[in-house]
Every structure is written in C-alpha cells, then in structure tokens.
C-alpha cells in the first residue's frame, strides 16, 4: 500500500525502496511459514497475494513510467531505474535460493514467466529489448535488428524498455494469480475470494494486452520510419525481425484480450495484425512466391474478418465496427486491384486474343473482393469510396468484354462495364474540389469504352463525355486547387498533361464522326462545321512550354475544348 502511495504521487526513489523492501518482506514470509509445522494455507495464500500484489505494483509502474513524462520531470527517474526495481524485486527471491530451493507451495515464485518460457529467453527482466527470434530468423538477424533499435533516442528507448518490463511482470502476476484461482476451484474455504481474484485477473490482463500492443506499435513505427529511409536494402533482414516482432505482440495481446473477453481491444488488435500483413507485403520481405502480396492482402483480409467475428455485430461498439468495416473495404479492394494487375497487367487496353481469357475461378478471384469493398461502403454511406470501387470494376469490365466464349457473356461483361463507369460517373461529376484528376481520367477511360463500341451513337457519347471534363480546367478549379495550396506546382502539371490528353482524344473523335457523315452521303454537316471551330480553336491556343505557365496552359487549354464544346450544342 506504501508503494502504491508513492506511484500515485511520482515519488520514484519511495516507490523504488517501498518495492524492493516488499519483496525481500515477501521472502521472509516464506521462510518463517517453512518453519511453522503443519500448513496454514489461509497464510499461504495470503503470501501468494501478497507476491501477486507486488507484480502487478510493479507492472503497473513500469507501465506508468512509459505513458506519463510526468516520471521524469517530477519523479526524476529514469527507464534504467525503473528496470533495476524490477530485477531487484526478482533477484531478491533467486537470491535466497537455498531457502526457496526445496518443492512446495512457494516453487511458483522461482519459476519464468509464461512470456519467458515462451520467448525461450528473449524476453525478460535482463532481455528488454522486445525482439523476438522466430525459427525463420538468423541469430545475426536478430542481432542486427537488436543494434537497430538500440539506435533510437533515450526517451523512445526507455520506453520500449519498460514496457517489456511491465510484460515480465504482469506476465508473473497473472501466472501465480491463476494458480491460485485453479487452486480455490478445489478448496471450498476460500469462497469470499471467488469474485475478487477474477476482477483482478481481468484487470491484469487488460494491463498485459495494453502493453503489448503497444510494443506492437512502437516496432511497427520503427519500421516504417527505416523502410522510408534509403537504406532499404541493408535493412530488409533486420526488419524481418522487427516485423516478425510486432506480429508477435499483437498476437500475445489479441489473445490475451480474447482470454478476458475485451471485444473492442480484441478487434483493434486485429486492425494492427492487417497493418503487419500489408507490410509484409512490401518489395522488401518479398519471398520466392510468385503470389506473395496477393497472400499477405488475403491474410490482412482475414483479420479484420476475425475483427468483425469478434465484435459479432455493429452495436457492441460502433466505432470500432465502422472503422474496422472501413479498412476491410480498402483491403478487399486494394486485393481486388493487385489481382487484377497480375492477372491481366497493367494498362486500359481490352484483351482481344482468346487465349489470354481468364477462367471463372479467376475472374471471381478479382471480382469478388471488389464488390464486396463495394457492398460495405454502400452500406456505410462512404459514397466517395463507393465511387472508386465502382472505377476498379469498370476497368476490369472495360478489359475482358471482348475475350468472352459467348456474345451473352459478352454482352453482360459490357453492360457491368457500363453500369460501373456510369455509376462512378454520377459521383465524380459533383465530386467535392481536389478530385479533377480522377474525374478527367474516369472520362478518358469511359469515352475509350464508348468508342471501341462501334456507331455513330457511342462515338458521340465518347465525345460527349470527353467535353464533360471541360469544368475540371476551369477557373473555378483552379482556385480551388490554390486555395488548397498556394502552389499546387503538381496538380497543375498532372492537369496540363490531362488537358492535352482530353484535347487530342477530342478531335480524334470528331473525325471518326465526320467520315462517318460522309459515308451517309447527307447534306448534314454538323460534325464538320465543328471539326473547323476545334481547329481554329487549337490554333488560337497557341502555348509556348518556355513563357506559359502551367496556370496559362490550363485556362488555354480550357477556352478551346470549352469552345468545341459550345459548338457541338449549338
């Protein structure tokens, strides 16, 4: 109780000293009971909660120490301090070791953790380093990473260092506090203790999942912060084992929450086991698979799967629902888009050769995960994303329309094709600024449907949606874009290219369409009169690369397909 005054007060050295007397009080405790006759076991449980007691106090302050700065400043103390507590606390029941030797009811106290036992070592009180060696791991691996870390700044350090620590002890407060529950299941004297010992149980290991994860999370943001550096390459072994880490406490926390039946923590965990996953996926840890990314977006798919499964429904907690519902759908999504690539490569182009026609298996292996990203941002309101995955469909559509076995299937795989560019069309139309560029390639790639369908109909929708971009070269989305950042140097550049994209495919079409009117031996003549106004047009804009700005380029570019597109109503 001394010591859990002076945590709450950040008295470190008082709460150092309270720590250390309590364990070797503990010891002396043991020592006096070994020479009662008889067994008291009232005593020797009080001595077991007593032990737990102390743990937990020392869990709880490594754990403090690594979430408050307060420690510092106030408590003057620092992570190696705290660490030595807790080797201190440990070392005062090894160190009596002729005492504590002999089998009996205090044997538990001298065994490892669960977390050592299971680490084989690597973590411990003398090993905070939070690395895990895994069987795929090389010794000098596991080494390097070690130095990686040890790298970081103090303060980023001592707190990945403490938290192991709070592990170890947690880890051994839980071990004996089950003892003792397995224990009471069989004694009938200790009934007042039945619904104490469980809420403390849970309560620790809460605590030990908080730890955890956030061991995951710190090894995750060192990794991230060494895969954007530029030694990449040199650092790909020693990320294996710092992802292979995080996995790991992740893994430890998710079961731990699973064991207290902490459902919003449970599934916030699995958000974190699909962040490991889509990292794995990166160039760097790549392996002799040929699949390999597309297996590590499956995995990160499965876990927000497991996320939904253990949250059962929305209610249980809505916001971690809607946030893990969210992040499914970009990985199906993004799942979806890999396959698709690796399956049919890259570009828009349609396939034309029979032979390159994908089985149903594999066409469901794309589509699938696709519409479901759909299903869920439709059902979570998310119209923005609902519209981009409409997009990867329709580009799928748009690829294998003209490969099919049937004219049936060729039929029905135009139509989807039509329906998805349409629908992500009707979004992106009155999309919110900051969105011209998708919009003008949503366009581009519509109008490439409609013109590979033969007619004079489809010719004239392909034009028809070309000019429909017109408005994202206008002065209003320029404005928009300078007010987003006062020198939005790359969307003006992406914008100039687009523009220059828009304006040739633009009358490209017009002469499709007027041949098409000569062949009809008519006196119409309306595509031809506005083939002239989009030649005079082009000719007025008049862009030097050396003098125009790109803001120049674009309001020029703008005024001549605004004018085609005048024309063409007129």
Same mark, same amino acid.
């Given at each position: 109780?001394?010591?859990?005054?002076?945590?709450?007060?950040?008295?470190?050295?008082?709460?150092?000293?309270?720590?250390?007397?309590?364990?070797?009080?503990?010891?002396?405790?043991?020592? /006096?009971?070994?020479?009662?006759? +008889?067994?008291?076991?009232?005593?020797?449980?009080?001595?077991?909660?007593?032990?737990?007691?102390?743990?937990?106090?020392?869990?709880?302050?490594?754990?403090?120490?690594? %979430?408050?700065?307060?420690?510092?400043?106030?408590?003057?103390?620092?992570?190696?301090?705290?660490?030595?507590?807790?080797?201190?606390?440990?070392?005062?029941?090894?160190?009596?070791?002729?005492?504590?030797?002999?089998?009996?009811?205090?044997?538990?106290?001298?065994?490892?953790?669960?977390?050592?036992?299971?680490?084989?070592?690597?973590?411990?009180?003398?090993?905070?380093?939070?690395?895990?060696?895994?069987?795929?791991?090389?010794?000098?691996?596991?080494?390097?990473?070690?130095?990686?870390?040890?790298?970081?700044?103090?303060?980023?350090?001592?707190?990945?260092?403490?938290?192991?620590?709070?592990?170890?002890?947690?880890?051994?407060?839980?071990?004996?506090?089950?003892?003792? /529950?397995?224990?009471?299941?069989?004694?009938?004297?200790?009934?007042?203790?039945?619904?104490?010992?469980?809420? #403390?149980?849970?309560?620790?290991?809460?605590?030990?999942?908080?730890?955890?994860?956030?061991? +995951?999370?710190?090894?995750?943001?060192?990794?991230?912060?060494?895969?954007?550096?530029?030694?990449?390459?040199?650092?790909?072994?020693?990320?294996?084992?710092?992802?292979?880490?995080?996995?790991?406490?992740?893994?430890?926390?998710?079961?731990?929450?699973?064991?207290?039946?902490?459902?919003?923590?449970?599934?916030?965990?699995?958000?974190?086991?699909?962040?490991?996953?889509?990292?794995?996926?990166?160039?760097?840890?790549?392996?002799?698979?040929?699949?390999?990314?597309?297996?590590?977006?499956?995995?990160?798919?499965?876990?927000?799967?497991? %996320?939904?499964?253990?949250?059962?429904?929305?209610?249980?907690?809505?916001?971690?629902?809607?946030?893990?519902?969210?992040?499914?759908?970009?990985?199906?999504?993004?799942?979806?888009?890999?396959?698709?690539?690796?399956?049919?490569? +890259?570009?828009?182009?349609?396939?034309?050769?029979?032979?390159?026609?994908?089985?149903?298996?594999?066409?469901?292996?794309?589509?699938?995960?696709?519409?479901?990203?759909?299903? #869920?941002?439709?059902?979570? +309101?998310?119209?923005?994303?609902?519209?981009?995955?409409?997009?990867?469909?329709?580009?799928?559509?748009?690829?294998?329309?003209?490969?099919?076995?049937?004219?049936?299937?060729?039929?029905?795989?135009?139509?989807?094709?039509?329906?998805?560019?349409?629908?992500?069309?009707?979004?992106?139309?009155?999309?919110?600024?900051?969105?011209?560029?998708?919009?003008?390639?949503?366009?581009?790639?519509?109008?490439?449907?409609?013109?590979?369908?033969?007619?004079?109909?489809?010719?004239?929708?392909? /034009?028809?949606?070309?000019?429909?971009?017109?408005?994202?070269?206008?002065?209003? %989305?320029?404005?928009?874009?300078?007010?987003?950042?006062?020198?939005?140097?790359?969307?003006?550049?992406?914008?100039?290219?687009?523009?220059?994209?828009?304006?040739?495919?633009? /009358?490209?079409?017009?002469?499709?369409?007027?041949?098409?009117?000569?062949?009809?031996?008519?006196?119409?003549?309306?595509?031809?009169?506005?083939?002239?106004?989009?030649?005079?047009?082009?000719?007025?804009?008049?862009?030097?690369?050396?003098?125009?700005?790109?803001?120049?380029?674009?309001?020029?570019?703008?005024?001549?397909?605004?004018? #085609?597109?005048?024309?063409?109503?007129?």
């Amino acid at each position: 109780r001394l010591a859990e005054y002076h945590l709450n007060n950040y008295r470190s050295s008082s709460a150092m000293q309270a720590l250390r007397s309590s364990a070797r009080k503990i010891v002396d405790s043991v020592s /006096l009971l070994r020479l009662r006759s +008889g067994s008291d076991l009232s005593l020797q449980r009080s001595v077991k909660h007593q032990f737990t007691w102390l743990w937990e106090h020392c869990g709880h302050f490594a754990r403090s120490f690594a %979430a408050d700065e307060h420690w510092r400043d106030r408590g003057h103390a620092c992570g190696d301090d705290v660490i030595s507590v807790l080797q201190d606390a440990q070392a005062a029941f090894s160190d009596d070791s002729d005492m504590l030797a002999e089998n009996g009811w205090w044997s538990m106290f001298l065994e490892d953790t669960p977390i050592c036992q299971l680490t084989k070592g690597k973590v411990s009180l003398f090993q905070v380093s939070g690395l895990i060696s895994g069987q795929k791991n090389k010794e000098d691996d596991y080494n390097e990473a070690k130095k990686l870390l040890n790298q970081q700044k103090v303060l980023q350090r001592d707190r990945r260092q403490v938290l192991v620590a709070a592990i170890v002890a947690y880890s051994r407060a839980i071990w004996v506090l089950e003892k003792m /529950l397995e224990a009471d299941e069989q004694q009938t004297d200790f009934e007042e203790h039945s619904v104490v010992g469980p809420a #403390i149980l849970i309560l620790l290991r809460q605590r030990l999942g908080d730890a955890c994860n956030e061991i +995951g999370k710190i090894m995750l943001t060192e990794l991230r912060r060494n895969m954007s550096s530029e030694n990449q390459k040199s650092f790909s072994s020693a990320g294996r084992v710092i992802l292979s880490s995080a996995e790991f406490w992740f893994k430890e926390g998710l079961e731990t929450f699973r064991k207290c039946n902490d459902l919003p923590n449970l599934a916030l965990l699995c958000c974190n086991l699909c962040q490991c996953s889509k990292l794995r996926a990166n160039s760097i840890f790549a392996t002799s698979e040929p699949n390999h990314v597309e297996l590590c977006l499956q995995s990160a798919a499965d876990h927000l799967v497991a %996320a939904h499964d253990a949250l059962g429904q929305r209610d249980t907690d809505r916001v971690t629902w809607d946030m893990v519902s969210q992040e499914l759908a970009a990985t199906f999504l993004v799942l979806g888009v890999r396959r698709r690539q690796s399956l049919l490569g +890259g570009g828009t182009t349609p396939l034309l050769h029979n032979t390159l026609r994908l089985s149903p298996g594999q066409e469901r292996s794309i589509v699938k995960p696709m519409e479901k990203a759909l299903q #869920i941002y439709e059902d979570s +309101g998310n119209a923005h994303q609902a519209a981009a995955a409409h997009y990867q469909l329709a580009l799928f559509f748009a690829r294998v329309w003209t490969c099919q076995r049937d004219e049936t299937k060729t039929r029905d795989k135009l139509s989807a094709a039509f329906a998805h560019y349409n629908a992500a069309y009707a979004y992106f139309q009155h999309a919110p600024p900051g969105n011209e560029s998708t919009f003008v390639l949503l366009c581009l790639d519509l109008a490439n449907l409609y013109a590979a369908v033969s007619g004079e109909e489809c010719l004239s929708k392909a /034009l028809d949606r070309c000019l429909g971009s017109v408005d994202s070269f206008g002065v209003e %989305a320029v404005e928009a874009a300078q007010q987003r950042q006062p020198q939005p140097t790359d969307w003006f550049e992406k914008m100039v290219t687009l523009a220059k994209t828009v304006e040739e495919r633009v /009358l490209k079409l017009i002469v499709s369409l007027v041949k098409l009117e000569k062949t009809r031996n008519t006196s119409a003549a309306r595509f031809k009169d506005v083939y002239r106004v989009a030649l005079t047009a082009k000719m007025s804009m008049n862009i030097d690369q050396k003098k125009d700005t790109h803001i120049d380029q674009v309001r020029k570019y703008h005024n001549c397909l605004d004018e #085609i597109k005048r024309a063409l109503k007129s």
